[in-house]
């Protein structure tokens, strides 16, 4: 099992990015689908969850700011991200975790900067 996410980019503060996740086979294996993110010198942290029965959940630094959306037809997660702050720059990852195991996308960087 893949994911693979791609998205990330450099942006001004307010700006906006979307965040892309494509697993390999079929999504549906796959109970929840998370997007976490790793800034420089600090632990991984949750940012936005999905679950297969639609329950989201948000870190609240990101409530308001960033959707998580899922496309069974295209095996694809996806975080949009507004209104970015240079707090949010950082390595994002897309997770994927099932009865199968619990998968890891490579990581996409985010910067926002002035």
Sequence with gaps: VQLQASGGGSVQPGGSLRLSCVTSGSIGRFSGMGWYRQ???????????KSIDGTTTYDNSVK???????????NSVYLQMNSLKPE???VYFCNGNGLSG????????VT???
């Design 88 to 90: 949010d720059r950082a």
């Design 64 to 74: 308001g700011r960033f959707t998580i959306s899922r496309d069974n037809v295209k």
């Design 102 to 109: 619990n998968y890891w996308g490579q990581g996409t960087l």
């Design 112 to 114: 926002v900067s002035s």
């Design 39 to 49: 800034a420089p010198g600090k632990q991984r942290e949750l940012v936005a969850f």
